[in-house]
C-alpha cells in the first residue's frame, strides 16, 4: 500500500535509550500497531491545506493567534495527573474559550488516550488532530476511521522517512503536522513540504524544557503556520510565544490542571487583544 518502512526498524534506529520516555512509548505503540488494521484509504488525497490547517490560520487574523487545546490525562513523567477529566465537559470549555481546534491523545498506555476520543469529539465541531507516536501506516488509517483532521509526525523519529509518511497521511486526507525538536530536523520538515510545523519545547528523551524561538523557523518556512508546543504553563506564556513570532500554540498539560480551562483560553485571547489596541 506505502513504500514506508518496518516500524521495527524505525523504533530499533532511534538512538534513543531504552529507559527513554520516548522510547518506552514507541516500544509500546510497536506491540500495538501489530494488532491494527490497515485499510486502504477511504477520503480523498489532500492536495493543498486542509481545515485544521484554515482554522489555525483564521484565528491568527482574527485574534492574533490560534490556540490547539489538548486533551491528556496523563504522560509517562507525570503518571495519570488528570485521569478521569470528562471528554466532552472537557473539550466544550476549549470550545467556549476560543480554541481553534483540538489535540487529543490516542497512544493508549503511557498516556492513557484513546482514538475513539477523536471521533467522540465530533459534536463540538472543531478540527481535531491524533496525537500519537506515528510509526506504521495503521496508526493513519487508524486516524483516517476516527474522523481527525490532521496527524502528529515527529521527526526526531521518523528522520528521513519524514516525508513517506507526510505524503501517506495526505493519501488518507490527512494534514500531516511535522513536529522538530531543535534546527538540525528542518530539512526533514521541507522535504515533506510541511505546511503545519511544530517546534516542541520537551526534549522527548528526558522531558526537559528548553525555550524555542520562531525567528529561525520563520527564515526557512515563511509560509507555514508555526506552532510552539509543550511548556506553556500560564496564559501570559501563550501569549509570549504568539507575539514573538509563532502563529498558534499547542496547550495541554496546564489547561487539563486548570479548574477553569475556559476562562484559561479567554486570559490568553483577553491579553492579546488589549496588546492590539
Avoid: W
Amino acid at each position: 500500500m506505502s513504500r514506508l518502512p518496518d516500524p521495527a526498524l524505525l523504533v530499533g534506529d532511534t538512538g534513543l535509550s531504552s529507559r527513554s520516555h520516548l522510547q518506552r512509548v514507541l516500544v509500546a505503540e510497536l506491540a500495538r500497531v501489530g494488532r491494527l488494521a490497515t485499510p486502504s484509504p477511504v477520503r480523498p488525497r489532500l492536495a493543498g491545506g486542509g481545515p485544521f490547517e484554515a482554522a489555525l490560520r483564521r484565528d491568527g487574523i482574527e485574534k492574533g493567534g490560534a490556540v490547539i487545546a489538548e486533551y491528556k490525562q496523563a504522560s509517562p513523567s507525570l503518571g495519570p495527573f488528570a485521569a478521569g477529566t470528562p471528554l466532552l465537559a472537557q473539550l466544550q470549555a476549549y470550545r467556549e474559550g476560543g480554541a481553534a481546534a483540538f489535540s487529543i491523545l490516542a497512544e493508549p498506555f503511557l498516556f492513557r488516550g484513546d482514538a475513539n476520543h477523536i471521533r467522540l469529539a465530533a459534536e463540538l465541531d472543531r478540527p481535531r488532530l491524533y496525537k500519537g507516536f506515528v510509526i506504521a501506516e495503521a496508526q493513519l488509517a487508524e486516524a483516517e476511521a476516527c474522523g481527525a483532521e490532521a496527524v502528529l509526525l515527529i521527526a526526531r523519529v521518523l528522520k528521513g522517512h519524514t516525508a513517506a509518511f507526510a505524503e501517506a497521511a495526505r493519501a488518507r486526507g490527512l494534514e500531516p503536522l511535522v513536529e522538530l525538536h531543535d534546527l538540525t530536523e528542518v530539512a526533514f520538515a521541507q522535504e515533506a513540504q510541511a505546511r503545519l510545523v511544530g517546534i516542541n519545547a520537551r526534549d522527548l528523551s528526558t522531558f526537559n524544557l528548553g525555550v524555542p524561538t520562531a525567528e529561525p523557523l520563520r527564515r526557512v518556512f515563511p509560509e507555514a503556520v508555526l506552532i510552539r508546543e509543550s511548556g506553556l504553563a500560564t496564559p501570559e506564556d501563550a501569549r509570549t510565544a504568539l507575539r514573538t513570532g509563532f502563529d498558534a500554540v499547542l496547550i495541554g498539560e496546564a489547561l487539563m490542571r486548570s479548574p477553569d480551562p475556559k476562562g484559561f483560553l479567554e486570559r490568553v485571547f483577553a491579553d492579546l487583544r488589549q496588546e492590539a489596541r
